[in-house]
C-alpha cells in the first residue's frame, strides 16, 4: 500500500489505460504495442473482449501453451463448456522442426535497417490453469544470418498478416528511443519534485522540449553533416545528442560569450578557442 492505495501490476494499470482510451475514441481501431511485461492473459482476454477490441501485439514466449479451439459442443452434452482442445507443439519446437513453413521476406529492422527474415505463423489458443483464454495468432522471426535470436510475436487480432504484426512490432524503436534520450538528455523521470502535480508539469515540457529540438535540425539542411562520428561507429544521420549538441553551439553563438560591462579591456575569446570549448560543453549530458 503506499498512499492509502493498492498497489496495481503494470497489466492492470494499462487495462484502466486502455479503458479510458476506448472511451474517449469508441469508434476508432485501437492497436496496442507492448512489451513482453504485459503479455498477460487476464489483460489480452479483457482487450479481445471489448464490444469493439483493442487489437494488441506483443511478444509470446517460446514455451507458451498453445492449443487447438475448443471443439463444438454436440447437443444435449452434460457439464461446462471446454475452453481449449487438443495441445499443439510448442513454438520451441516448431522452430526446430523441418516441417515448419517459412517465408522469407524483406522487413524494415530496428535502427531504419532492411533485413531479409524469415516468419512463420499460425493460430492457437493460448491458455493456463484459472486464466482466461487468449484466441491469438503467433509469429516467429528468425534470421538467416543469426544475428539476433529467434523470437515469438503475437497478436489479438486474427486478421492480421505476420509481415504487419511484425512492422507493426518494430514501430516501438521510436518510442523506445524517443523516452530512452529524453532520460539521459533531458531528465526526464529525474526531477527532484516527485509529487503528481510537479510531475503532471515538467514530463509534457521535457518531450516538448525533444520534439522541438528534432524539428529545429531538421529546419536547417547544413545541419544534417555535421555531427560527430567514430572510426568504429558509422552513423548516416544525427542523432538526437547531435542535434542537442547544434542548438545549443547556435544559442550560444548568439550570446558571444558577453562580458561585464564594468570590465573596461575587453577582449573576447579567439573565434578557435569559441569552437572548441563549445564542442567540448555542448556534448555535456
Keep these: 500500500m503506499r498512499r492509502g492505495r493498492r498497489h496495481k501490476p503494470l497489466p492492470e494499470r494499462a487495462r484502466g489505460l486502455l479503458g479510458q482510451l476506448r472511451r474517449w475514441l469508441p469508434a476508432r481501431a485501437l492497436i496496442v504495442v507492448a512489451d513482453s511485461s504485459y503479455a498477460a492473459l487476464e489483460l489480452l482476454a479483457w482487450c479481445a473482449r471489448q464490444a469493439r477490441p483493442v487489437t494488441v501485439i506483443t511478444r ?122 529524453a532520460r539521459l538528455y533531458l531528465g526526464l523521470e529525474g526531477q527532484r519534485q516527485w509529487n503528481d502535480l510537479a510531475a503532471a508539469r515538467t514530463t509534457p515540457v521535457r518531450l516538448g522540449l525533444f520534439s522541438l529540438v528534432a524539428l529545429i535540425v531538421q529546419r536547417q539542411p547544413g545541419w544534417q553533416g555535421a555531427f560527430r562520428r567514430s572510426a568504429w561507429y558509422e552513423k548516416p544521420r544525427p542523432t538526437f545528442s547531435d542535434a542537442l549538441a547544434q542548438v545549443r553551439r547556435a544559442l550560444w553563438r548568439q550570446l558571444g560569450f558577453w562580458l561585464s560591462e564594468a570590465v573596461v579591456d575587453k577582449q573576447k575569446p579567439t573565434p578557435v578557442l569559441f569552437e572548441h570549448c563549445a564542442e567540448l560543453l555542448a556534448y555535456v549530458t
Design 60 to 181: 509470446l514466449r517460446l514455451d507458451a501453451a498453445l492449443y487447438r479451439p475448443a471443439p463444438a459442443r454436440r447437443p444435449g452434452q452434460n457439464g461446462r463448456p471446454r475452453l481449449k482442445g487438443k495441445r499443439l507443439p510448442s513454438l520451441a519446437r516448431r522452430l526446430a522442426h523441418a516441417r515448419t513453413r517459412w517465408q522469407t521476406c524483406r522487413l524494415s529492422w530496428y535502427g531504419g535497417e532492411v533485413r531479409r527474415l524469415q516468419l512463420a505463423t499460425g493460430t492457437a489458443v493460448w491458455y493456463r490453469g484459472g486464466k482466461p483464454p487468449v484466441t491469438l495468432r503467433w509469429v516467429l522471426v528468425r534470421d538467416p544470418k543469426q544475428r539476433f535470436e529467434p523470437q515469438a510475436l503475437l497478436s489479438t487480432d486474427l486478421t492480421l498478416s505476420a509481415r504487419q504484426i511484425v512492422l507493426y512490432f518494430v514501430r516501438r524503436w521510436s518510442m523506445e528511443t524517443t523516452f530512452q534520450e
